[in-house]
């Protein structure tokens, strides 16, 4: 058979880019940047991936558990098995004990709604995705501040700020950006504990200590707001609170911060000024390193309160408002929404803004009495890796009476389950991917099939069509196609499939417009930037943004004599989008692992070499990984890549009780440990 080209999207990570699938003979043999799509570079993920699509291990059938391993069964038993207990659920009128668990949390592959509507039409309000640990507590700060999310536009930017983000690792058309504003002259600023790639090329790097951003950017509000280096305009007519703001940041000088950052306090000077001398045209990439935290809402407030007193916000060069397509909706039962979801009581500011349960509560309410939870179905996500405090999700997993795992290899989390479902690959299925939200682009396309899954893998969403079938909700999930449902999604907009597989180029369905708050205000309560939130004072929290509370006194972080480091987990490796991948041989050879990064001079104290066995050990649990010795880190600091299997496994050490009180995010950076070396292991 003669090679075709299949003009395809990489789903390797968020970052979405195009590529060329090169099939032969049913097979995918190679694949290349595509040069007529929005995205065109590709990281080693895309091209590494094809080890990963056709390794040996990779499931093929459903697999029931049995005598303690798995039995091979059909996809008609495997459904048999999940409606049967739904059904019982739904008889004794608790449909809310269904928890549905998605993978993706970016907004970028629509099929991610067909299992919301799926949880709802069943009657449970109790669907989440990844957004539980990853993203949306800076959507939740933003919103509460300024209404939207915002992303930077690097591209004409005069000031980038990387902000616990190393794009080198995992943001192509970021680092892109940068580099195109950084000919022209661009200054740049990296705030990471780490001295990452992106921090060796830095104006100024802050080297803070984990867990202390609040303070770095509650010191910069000081110096600006008592420097006068604010945009005085913008703040007179579109902020609510600066008054009590420039009050409250007073006692948060430059001098004290630097105390608690473990840095000088001319950094935080120098960073302030050049943050403000370059404004409205600074941009501040701002991910995951500063709402990993118990107190990330708040940190992200402060960081979002420089954004807005500075001008920058919705400007040329600055953090733009993020669009994507507004996908039709169902008509689906209002039973769901009545009921409480997961969270409702702990975390209500991210179930309200988030619309989703938080289920980081599970880890809790296994222990209730009934459990709340009977029915837990999994899709793309691997909690056991990526969860905070391995062992307690592994004792959750074990309490709940029936689990269901879809995905593309025996994970630990799969391990767990009583129902293993094998999963289709994103070069085995059909997608429709919205670049609004993510990229800050509005562009439209989809990701054409390359090849046929092996074996009975199914798509994601064949799942829950399927089971609609079963339980009688056709009428909410009538379709029987992803063409199908993308066309019903579609509706009201000039796009459907045929077109998308048409044009494979795909399509932009809007022009990017700054400062459109001057036209429609802020989708704030007040209409403005809400620098003081009445909507945190009136729930009994801070209506401006604070340190934690262990770090009002001042002083420099104390530390536990039983656990001496501060310990940073998650740091991005290019070859791999948390737990995935670690199965590519060729990937292994570029980031070998698992390892922990230790200073030198902690590392000589302790009597570690580089390569040496090591044990980390944090209150909750402890890891084993091999030491990676090296300068660019603070001292007195532990950084471990998350989503390494088994031992390395940095999740063993992480905390899933100190929970962000907003949120519900758990503190993944900035924990405490202790290091011994181990000899051979």
Known sequence: ??????????????????????????????????????????????????????????????????????????????????????????????????????????????TRHIPRWFARAFGSPNYSTGAALCHFSNVIAMKLTYGKFTLPRFGDTQCAVFWGNNPHESAHPALDGYKHARRHGAKLIVIDPRKTRIAEEADIHVPLLPGTDAALALGMLNVIINEELYDKEFVRDWTVGFAELKEHVQKYTPEKMGRICRVPAQLIVDSARMFAAHAPRTAVMLVSAAEHHSHGVQTVRAVASLIAICGTFDAPGGNIYVDSLTPNEPELPQDSWKRRRMGDQEHSFYTEIVDECQPMVLLDATEQKPCPVEVFIMQGINPVLTWPNARRVREALLALPLVVVMDVFMSETAEMADLVLPAATWLERDELIDYGYYQAAPYLNMAHKAVDPPGECWPDWKLWLALAKRLGLEKYLPWNTLDEVIDFQLTGTQFNCAKLRENRKGFFYGARAERRYLKEGFRTPSGKVELYSKRLA???????????????????VEMDPGYPFLLTTGGREMGYTHSQYHEVAKLNAISPGPFGDIHAEDAGRLGIHDGDWIEVVSPVGRAKVRARVTDELAKGVVHLPHGWPREGNANLLTDHAARDPISGYPPLKGGRCAVRPIGDH
């Open 1 to 110: 058979m003669s090679e075709q080209i299949v003009k395809t999207i990489c789903e390797a990570c968020p970052i979405s880019c195009g590529i060329d699938a090169y099939v032969e003979d049913g097979r995918v043999i190679k694949m290349r940047d595509r040069e007529d799509h929005l995205i065109k570079r590709l990281c080693p993920k895309g091209p590494l991936f094809l080890e990963s699509q056709y390794h040996a291990d990779r499931l093929l059938y459903p697999l029931r558990r049995k005598n303690g391993g798995f039995e091979r069964i059909s996809w008609d038993a495997a459904l048999d098995i999940i409606a049967e207990k739904l059904q019982i659920l739904r008889a004794e009128g608790r449909p809310e004990a269904l928890l549905l668990h998605y993978g993706d949390a970016v907004g970028l592959r629509e």
């Open 538 to 556: 009136d729930a009994g929290l801070s209506p401006l943004p604070t340190l934690p509370p262990d770090q009002e006194k001042f002083g420099e």
